[in-house]
Each structure stands twice: as C-alpha cells, then as structure tokens.
C-alpha cells in the first residue's frame, strides 16, 4: 500500500483497487501453481489478455498501513474465448475469521493486437488456466449484477477525457485500470455541476459500494479528448446510481454503472441526503427517464 492510495476519508480509493486486482492477478499467473509447461503458458497468456468486463463490490473501508493487505484470486469459469477471475482483498485474523474489504470478478480475453481482435483460448492456455480453476461462482463473489438503463446525455453530464501517454500499456491501448479513473473525475464532474453550491457538495460525503464496467473497444493514445457522459439513473433511500459512457462520438467504448452510498462523515454509517442534495439528484433522474 501506498500513501497516495488514500482519499480524502483517509480509505484506499476505489480506483486503486483495481490496480491491486491487476497486480494479484498476474503475480498469480506467472509466479504460482501448475508445472513449469503450465505455468509458462499462463505467463505467455497474460501478455496478450484484455479485460471485457469489471464487477467490483466494496465491502468496507480499507485504511492505510505499513504492513500488507491480502489478495486471493482464482479462476472460476473458463469458455472458449474468455475466462473468469474472482478476487478477495482481506486480513485474516489470528482466530480465522476475516474482515473482507473487497469482492470482484474479471472476464478475460486472449487478444491478438496485431489483427485489434479477440481469438480462442488454445488448448494448452485451457489447461494453463484449469491450474487455478476452483470451485465457486463468480457473480456470487462479486454480487448482483444490476440493471443497465438506456443512454441519457446532458450537457451537466459532460466530461472530456484526456488520455495521458501515461495511461496506455504497450500496445497502445488505455489500461484497464485507468478507466475506472475516467469515470470518478467524469462522476465528480457531474456532482458539481448538479450541487453547484460548495457547502451542498461537501456535506454530501459518499462512497462506492459497487462498480460495473464494460469494456467495449480499446480507447487509444491521442491528442483530441474523448467524450465521457454521466446521469442519475436511481436514488435511493441512501443510495444512488450513476451510470456512464465513454464515447468517440456515437461509438460506445465503455459503459459502466456505479453504486454510491451516503454516509455520515463522523459514523461511516449511511444516511439519507439532504433535501437540497436530493432534488437535484431526483431532477437529472426524471429528465433521463423521460
């Protein structure tokens, strides 16, 4: 764990999870289990995946410290064209026990980069894989998958995101991780806009509970931005729902849905906003609806 994980509640930003998740997941296939054959076609295989789908579920706050956090990752299903990753990140407790701070699947692709095109798992890559293979469900690991609405944009939705060279692996493609970045500074862009008083904003202390995303094209490295649009698709009792899309005009590279949760600052205990928070919120929500 880094220092510069943390957010302003002092926990690991969500965004940073899914940094640890790639990371855990190729420590495991080029470091651990099967035979030295095995275990070389797992490596081969990790240079050429692309992530197609994210389901995150943040199950409590996790706090910085010098010593390290646990990850566990498996995989729980294995297709012809793509295979599944499930991941815990804990501490485990000199009684047994656990305090979980995170849940999560991968659906993985093999890639060919040179053709931009997803191909079939060979037959020694199934076998690499069968090496992790373990009994369990991947939905289940990460929760419900929830319900994706139509489209809406709005100009208050509107977020132009910039591609760093930074940001890109070595294929020229937007690592997976950065995306779930787009998203925050797309998601935060719309909270200011729909609170444009500071005091209703900083009031509204939230935190993600839950994150899907699908990749859908690769976003690449290039001077112009890209387009990334956010709205209210549900609000809860204690609870709302942004979902997003990042666009290269009418092409959807990204679509994600994001599970947000008020919370009192002093507690961490949820609470319903308030009705200067709320009305705005429920607002952008009728107008998407309509």
């Given at each position: 764990?880094?220092?510069?994980?943390?957010?302003?509640?002092?926990?690991?930003?969500?965004?940073?999870?899914?940094?640890?998740?790639?990371?855990?997941?190729?420590?495991?296939?080029?470091?651990?289990?099967?035979?030295?054959?095995?275990?070389?076609?797992?490596?081969?295989?990790?240079?050429?995946?692309?992530?197609?789908?994210?389901?995150?579920?943040?199950?409590?706050?996790?706090?910085?410290?010098?010593?390290?956090?646990?990850?566990?990752?498996?995989?729980?299903?294995?297709?012809?064209?793509?295979?599944?990753?499930?991941?815990?990140?804990?501490?485990?407790?000199?009684?047994?026990?656990?305090?979980?701070?995170?849940?999560?699947?991968?659906?993985?692709?093999?890639?060919?980069?040179?053709?931009?095109?997803?191909?079939?798992?060979?037959?020694?890559?199934?076998?690499?894989?069968?090496?992790?293979?373990?009994?369990?469900?991947?939905?289940?690991?990460?929760?419900?998958?929830?319900?994706?609405?139509?489209?809406?944009?709005?100009?208050?939705?509107?977020?132009?995101?910039?591609?760093?060279?930074?940001?890109?692996?070595?294929?020229?493609?937007?690592?997976?991780?950065?995306?779930?970045?787009?998203?925050?500074?797309?998601?935060?862009?719309?909270?200011?806009?729909?609170?444009?008083?500071?005091?209703?904003?900083?009031?509204?202390?939230?935190?993600?509970?839950?994150?899907?995303?699908?990749?859908?094209?690769?976003?690449?490295?290039?001077?112009?931005?890209?387009?990334?649009?956010?709205?209210?698709?549900?609000?809860?009792?204690?609870?709302?729902?942004?979902?997003?899309?990042?666009?290269?005009?009418?092409?959807?590279?990204?679509?994600?849905?994001?599970?947000?949760?008020?919370?009192?600052?002093?507690?961490?205990?949820?609470?319903?906003?308030?009705?200067?928070q709320r009305e705005p919120l429920e607002a952008m929500l009728g107008r998407a609806a309509g």
């Open positions: 764990m880094r220092w510069a994980d943390l957010d302003l509640l002092g926990h690991v930003n969500n965004v940073v999870y899914v940094d640890y998740l790639q990371e855990a997941r190729v420590d495991m296939m080029r470091h651990h289990r099967g035979g030295a054959p095995a275990q070389q076609s797992a490596q081969d295989l990790v240079e050429g995946l692309v992530v197609v789908r994210h389901e995150v579920s943040y199950r409590a706050p996790l706090t910085f410290r010098f010593g390290p956090v646990s990850i566990e990752c498996w995989v729980v299903r294995v297709r012809a064209a793509s295979f599944t990753m499930a991941y815990e990140i804990f501490d485990e407790h000199d009684d047994g026990s656990r305090t979980v701070y995170l849940r999560a699947t991968t659906v993985l692709t093999p890639f060919v980069f040179s053709h931009e095109r997803p191909r079939r798992l060979s037959a020694e890559e199934r076998e690499a894989l069968a090496a992790y293979l373990e009994d369990g469900d991947g939905e289940e690991a990460a929760g419900e998958r929830g319900t994706v609405g139509r489209a809406h944009r709005e100009e208050a939705g509107h977020y132009p995101v910039q591609v760093r060279f930074s940001d890109v692996d070595v294929y020229g493609h937007v690592n997976n991780v950065r995306y779930f970045e787009y998203l925050q500074e797309a998601r935060i862009a719309l909270m200011s806009r729909l609170w444009p008083s500071p005091g209703d904003a900083s009031r509204a202390s939230m935190v993600v509970a839950r994150a899907e995303v699908d990749y859908r094209v690769p976003i690449l490295h290039r001077e112009a931005a890209y387009d990334a649009w956010s709205w209210v698709s549900h609000v809860g009792t204690t609870s709302m729902v942004v979902e997003s899309e990042i666009c290269d005009g009418d092409a959807v590279l990204a679509r994600a849905r994001v599970v947000l949760v008020f919370v009192d600052p002093e507690s961490g205990r949820a609470r319903p906003p308030a009705p200067e």
